[in-house]
């Protein structure tokens, strides 16, 4: 009696919310009696408290808003290769001032201006690199000219990137880490103006017939990254319905088709909930045993994967033996980066409305120690379960974290 009257009282200090309704049902199955009882109990407080968990979520909201009718498909680009050229400094000049008084009134060659710079800068307004030309040039100084008229300083050039732009060389060295808004970085320096001849005039060279080149602009090459390009990533083998779940739960357009390798490039859609709280959610390319070698889209796929604070793992329930294609993701993505299998994730089951998928969702079940969530994302069933556990994982594990949290 006392040993169950302890662990009811751990019991009740662990689920003190539900304590109400554990009380009212201990009273009515006195389940002081019975430690099975209170067992089977415990696991019901348990689900209660799930289901309690789930309740006090925001609400997923429903699109309104259509989607876009626009012929082109819009994806997003974290990654992007630039080559950027500063400005040529313009020529000082050479000239020797003759006035209808005074036919030799000296050298009067004004400089050249100095050639514009090529400035990363952090903008709030910008979500991708897609804006991001693959070659920039700041415009060049002008020349120097005569009566020492200074040629004009041309004006930078900003490229405006996202928060969290990473800024590399081609070998992979991180040079710049741009996650504050406003940050820049010189990416190429234009060339210094030349000099006119009168910036030679001395006591001993009194009408020097000399000037300067402008100096010639950097020419540099990067490999801009964005650390971070979602909350969520959607990792799956190829043709396992990951475009079809990003189209059901947000308004992006990734196309959906029955081939592998529909999705080539990263798609981002917005889940949006009644407390006014977004999630971001990226649709992926598909992987394929051996990705990380470089086979099918390889190496820039899992790239693509780490930049996801959270992982959702889409498994096609209709496949044989599904437990297996679970293992080869989690391989794939350790044998790529070690911290990748330590982020957060869900496991979904997908295409649960066809009838082979009965069978194979059991065994699925039975063969992984995760929870799993079984949907289909073309018929909608379970999807806003689905996005409750998302906003669950969101709330306990991402919301804290800054977008920068995330290690490259
Ligand atoms: N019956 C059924 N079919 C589905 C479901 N989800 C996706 N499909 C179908 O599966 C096929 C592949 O779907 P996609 O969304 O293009 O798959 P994906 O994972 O994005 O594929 P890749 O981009 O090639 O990696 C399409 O023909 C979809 O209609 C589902 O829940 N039920
Ligand atoms: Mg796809």
Redesign the pocket.
């Given at each position: 009696m006392m040993h169950s009257n302890m662990k009811y009282r751990s019991l009740s200090v662990l689920y003190s919310s539900l304590r109400h309704c554990v009380s009212v049902q201990m009273r009515k199955t006195n389940v002081y009696q019975n430690k099975n009882v209170i067992v089977s109990f415990m696991c019901k407080s348990f689900h209660n408290l799930n289901q309690m968990k789930q309740k006090s979520v925001a609400n997923p909201l429903r699109h309104v808003k259509p989607r876009s009718a626009r012929e082109t498909l819009q994806y997003f680009v974290d990654m992007k290769q630039i080559k950027v050229k500063g400005g040529n400094g313009g020529d000082g000049a050479i000239s020797l001032l003759q006035l209808w008084v005074n036919d030799r009134a000296g050298p009067d060659g004004g400089d050249g201006g100095n050639g514009g710079h090529v400035i990363l800068k952090v903008s709030a307004g910008v979500k991708d690199l897609s804006s991001v030309k693959s070659v920039t040039e700041a415009s060049n100084g002008q020349n120097g000219a005569s009566k020492n008229c200074y040629g004009k300083n041309a004006d930078h050039h900003i490229i405006e990137v996202p928060v969290g732009t990473i800024v590399r060389d081609v070998n992979g060295t991180i040079l710049a880490d741009l996650d504050e808004i406003d940050m820049m970085y010189i990416a190429a320096r234009g060339g210094a103006g030349g000099h006119g001849n009168t910036f030679f005039k001395s006591d001993i060279k009194q009408t020097p017939k000399i000037a300067e080149y402008g100096g010639q602009g950097e020419i540099r090459q990067y490999v801009l990254e964005i650390r971070s390009m979602a909350h969520v990533g959607?990792i799956?083998?190829?043709?396992?319905?990951?475009?079809?779940?990003?189209?059901a739960i947000s308004r992006a357009r990734?196309?959906?088709?029955?081939?592998?390798?529909?999705?080539?490039k990263p798609h981002i859609g917005m889940i949006h909930y009644d407390d006014y709280e977004q999630i971001a959610v990226a649709?992926l390319?598909?992987l394929i045993p051996n990705s990380h070698k470089n086979q099918g889209l390889g190496i820039t796929f899992l790239k693509h994967a780490e930049r996801c604070a959270a992982l959702l793992f889409?498994i096609?329930v209709?496949q044989e033996n599904p437990w297996t294609h679970l293992d080869i993701l989690e391989f794939e993505i350790s044998q790529f980066n070690d911290k990748l299998n330590n982020r957060p994730k869900i496991i979904i089951a997908?295409?649960?409305?066809?009838p082979e998928a009965k069978d194979n969702l059991e065994l699925l079940k039975k063969n992984t120690d995760f929870q799993i969530i079984p949907?289909?994302?073309?018929?909608g069933?379970n999807i806003s379960t689905l996005l409750k556990e998302i906003r669950i994982l969101y709330d306990n594990s991402l919301k804290t974290k800054t977008k920068t949290d995330i290690d490259i």
């Open positions: 959607l799956g083998l190829p043709n396992a319905g990951k475009s079809t779940l990003l189209r990734p196309k959906v088709a029955n081939y592998p390798f529909t999705t080539l649709d390319p598909g889409i096609d209709t997908n295409k649960i409305d066809l949907i289909s994302a073309k018929m069933i």
